[in-house]
């Protein structure tokens, strides 16, 4: 690796103050410290050694847990495909076709998110941040793999900007900005990411008769606007090409229509499972939001006034973005509660408030999406009391 | 009433180079030096010997002119042969070249009998005038006691947990009388108690028959030690109020005072840390420059030699001299290489309080670690939570009183805590910290904000 390191050393001084291209230093950096850890030194006073961990690794570990919905997604995107369109095909071919699909749209989040980045890194003066590493993989798989690019590009821009940067960056920000991008998506472009048409990619060819593209929890909404038991109603829905679809099994591995990568909660589940054992999110988070959820949905079940609130409460939490929801986007540390006992407040609301909306919300049959978002903006008052209770002991003990 | 109290929050670093329980042979060493940066707080250092003097064990040497009654003495008698001096004129250190024989200031002696009828007044004076009164450290702030005020009580925790700190009980033994007699002492300085910290895992420590004090006993990881977090636990510290502690030797050192009529700045310090050949201890005094102890006996060049530890430690030429307050040397390897995707790699090599991805150091939880003076990545904002809780076992929020100083928020610093902490409290923060924040600094900016506000 030495000749890398003696091309960065002989390039160094083009970036260094009164190099010519000194403007860009934050980006010569960003590559530098990307190829090679800094040789920086502690300081003469204080912590002498440091610990291993930085944030890019902690960023990277992140990534890492996605990867088994990201290739799950790819995967699902092919196969929902051929499932469609009624044709027989190789574990390959629907990969390869999941790829075309999928590929590009990360391509495209990181390339207009990191071209954000860098403008902002250089203009402002500061180090590119490793936080993007992780949006730029969120914004894809909460996206359908039909999602026009130019539209991918535009929502993470949006993102980047307005959630992150305006605040001052990675660490700074109130929204998590992968929910910002698919909540600006939502509103500004709802028909490339709602109803029934845009979760399976059919290409120039025509669906086998009796195909339906709904997904799971319209099914289940539908159900309770028309009066039919939700559970029976989601097994025999798309039964022209696959039986029992929206069976709890096959909902829970994720062969079903949705998001790239938010489909299957048993690959949600594994990508928790890393997130949890490095310690990188928090369990407490994921567990009172799921546990919020399925209390809410049974009661839910308890008070049901029509057959969608009274489908079972565990189906809840295998249906739509959910899963993925809480376990990526409700656990970014920086949006979520920072303090240990308010974590468990936010991430029971979120819980709660997702089903909430999913239930008694007809505009969107989707509800993790806002619930996060809804939270995030309120995790710094739910901070603020655990804060104000400590600073309330120190006060009480307090003779003066 | 002891208590047993245990502590579940906090990390042990584990370090190769621990010191073995013995008394090493070493070329004598030949200047000490007091350094006043030593004495955080003091402000306006000013200097009574001139280049070429000659002083006695306990000759004043230095006052702090916001501080004038208590005098800074020489650690050993001869010749003032340098007064160092940095930029503006600061200063920086003032070195004396020993006697091969320690000639001593003659002080007035006390029986337990003259202790006890002793006003306390005269006790402080006497304190302050023979060089033991900077051994009080003054909590809020960590700095050398006013001896106008009086504390609340009195704290002294006889055991340190930071990495490969000295063995107390190896350091005290055989000095049970003299520590008596500086708690008896103390105990007139204070209309409150006089509470001794020890180590609930150690075995028996002759500290524990100590009488006329309240003993008790922590147990736990790191920063268990620390006299910050065991007065948490005891008699927090509230606004307003002022609290004294000292480290165990300076116990002694007041103890010989009143009984001997010597200031004795003889100590042993441990020689640790993964660069050091033969990690033993030595027999030295107070300010000890550290040639003698680091030429010739670590294992390679580039070293970097740390008086105290590596949490709280400061950087020192390898013949520098060691910290007043310091008990022990650290030598660690230099850290200044670039690492081809560092921040990636799969290591069981270095340490790590965390768990992501490819930091394996949690499968070996017995192992012992030679880590050096990397930073291991780059400054950023805060982005991980519960972090620092879980190695601060207080009830504090490290992060938002971190925020506060930042902020210079003087309300939301003194609500949050800012009274109860000095940077030894919070330095595993800064050592586990992923955003790799100067912790230590900004606790000490807070302080200072604080107090001269």
């Known amino acids: 690796m030495k000749f890398l390191r003696d091309l960065l050393d002989k390039q160094k001084p083009l970036f260094q103050k009164g190099g010519k291209l000194e403007n860009l230093y934050y980006l010569y950096e960003a590559g530098e410290t990307f190829l090679f850890s800094p040789k920086h030194t502690t300081a003469p006073r204080g912590a002498q050694v440091k610990d291993a961990i930085d944030l890019k690794r902690m960023m990277i570990t992140v990534v890492i847990a996605m990867i088994p919905c990201l290739l799950f997604g790819i995967y699902n995107t092919g196969h929902m495909h051929y499932l469609a369109v009624g044709e027989a095909a190789s574990f390959g071919d629907k990969f390869i076709l999941g790829l075309t699909l999928v590929l590009p749209i990360v391509i495209v989040a990181y390339a207009a998110g990191g071209l954000v980045e860098a403008v902002f890194a250089v203009v402002r003066k500061h180090p590119i941040n490793e936080g993007f590493l992780v949006t730029g993989m969120l914004i894809p798989l909460v996206v359908p793999a039909t999602t026009p690019l130019w539209q991918v590009a535009l929502a993470t821009i949006f993102a980047v900007v307005i959630a992150k940067e305006v605040f001052g960056g990675t660490g700074m920000n109130i929204l998590n900005v992968a929910m910002t991008a698919r909540a600006f998506l939502y509103f500004a472009y709802p028909a490339q990411i709602s109803g029934d048409q845009v979760w399976t990619y059919l290409g120039d060819k025509t669906p086998v008769d009796g195909f339906s593209g709904a997904t799971a929890l319209s099914v289940a909404y539908q159900s309770g606007q028309e009066g039919v038991d939700a559970a029976s109603n989601l097994a025999s829905h798309n039964s022209a090409i696959m039986d029992n679809m929206f069976g709890f099994a096959n909902m829970f591995f994720g062969f079903i229509p949705g998001s790239i990568g938010e489909t299957s909660t048993l690959m949600v589940l594994l990508g928790a499972a890393i997130l949890l054992f490095t310690g990188v999110a928090s369990w407490k988070i994921m567990l009172s939001a799921f546990g919020g959820a399925y209390i809410m949905a049974a009661i839910m079940q308890l008070l049901a006034v029509n057959e969608f609130m009274a489908m079972p409460a565990h189906y809840h939490l295998v249906m739509g973005g959910i899963a993925f929801g809480i376990v990526f986007m409700a656990t970014d540390p920086v949006s979520a509660a920072q303090t240990e006992s308010g974590k468990w407040v936010y991430g029971l609301l979120i819980g709660v408030l997702t089903i909430i909306i999913r239930v008694t919300n007809p505009a969107y049959p989707e509800g993790i999406m806002l619930a996060v978002l809804f939270m995030n903006v309120f995790a710094p008052l739910i901070d603020h009391y655990v804060v104000k209770a400590n600073k309330k002991r120190r006060l009480q003990r307090a003779t003066v | ?453």
């Not at chain 2, 010997?49 to 230095?62: C, F, Q, R, Y």
């Not at chain 2, 502690?245 to 840390?273: C, E, M, R, W």
């Open chain 2, 1 to 453: 009433m002891s208590k047993q109290i245990k502590l579940k929050k906090g990390f042990d670093i584990r370090l190769v180079g621990k010191a073995e329980n013995k008394i090493g042979d070493f070329q004598p060493v030949k200047t000490f030096a007091i350094k006043p940066t030593d004495f955080i707080g003091m402000r306006r250092p000013k200097v009574i010997v001139k280049e070429g003097d000659t002083v006695k064990a306990g000759s004043p040497i230095l006052f702090d002119k916001k501080l004038e009654k208590v005098q800074y003495v020489a650690p050993v008698s001869g010749e003032i042969v340098e007064i160092k001096r940095g930029e503006k004129r600061k200063l920086l250190e003032i070195k004396i070249l020993a006697d091969s024989e320690i000639n001593f200031e003659n002080f007035e002696k006390f029986t337990e009998a003259d202790i006890a009828a002793a006003s306390r007044e005269k006790l402080v004076d006497h304190m302050t005038a023979t060089g033991v009164w900077p051994q009080i450290i003054q909590r809020p702030y960590g700095v050398v006691a006013d001896p106008e005020d009086e504390p609340k009580n009195i704290f002294i925790s006889c055991f340190d947990t930071h990495p490969l700190a000295p063995d107390y009980d190896f350091l005290l033994k055989g000095q049970a009388n003299y520590f008596q007699a500086g708690i008896n002492v103390l105990k007139k300085l204070t209309k409150g108690g006089v509470f001794l910290g020890l180590s609930g895992e150690s075995k028996s420590s002759e500290m524990a028959n100590i009488q006329g004090v309240e003993t008790n006993y922590f147990s736990g990881p790191h920063p268990a030690g620390n006299v910050g977090v065991q007065i948490h636990h005891i008699a927090p510290i509230n606004k307003g109020e002022t609290i004294w502690t000292l480290n165990p030797y300076g116990v002694v050192q007041i103890g010989k005072l009143f009984t001997n009529g010597h200031y004795d700045a003889s100590k042993l310090i441990a020689l640790t840390g993964s660069e050091i050949k033969t990690p033993v201890y030595a027999q030295t005094y107070i300010g000890s420059c550290v040639d003698s102890y680091v030429a010739g006996n670590t294992n390679s060049d580039n070293v970097r030699v740390v008086s105290g530890n590596v949490l709280t430690g400061e950087k020192i030429k390898r013949d520098g001299y060691l910290g007043f307050y310091d008990h022990q040397l650290t030598a660690i390897p230099e850290g200044d290489y670039y690492e081809f995707l560092g921040w990636m790699k799969p290591t069981t090599e270095k340490l790590s309080y965390h768990k992501a991805l490819g930091l394996l150091s949690f499968l070996y939880p017995k192992k012992e670690y030679a880590l050096d003076s990397n930073v291991r990545g780059e400054e950023r904002a805060f982005v991980q939570t519960g972090v620092f809780e879980s190695v601060t076992p207080m009830d504090i929020y490290p992060v938002y009183l971190l925020k506060a100083i930042m902020a210079e928020d003087f309300d939301e610093m003194e609500e949050l805590g800012i009274y109860e902490v000095i940077e030894e409290d919070l330095a595993l923060c800064e050592f586990v910290d992923v955003s790799k924040h100067p912790v230590q600094e900004i606790v000490r900016k807070g302080i200072e904000l604080i107090q001269f506000s």
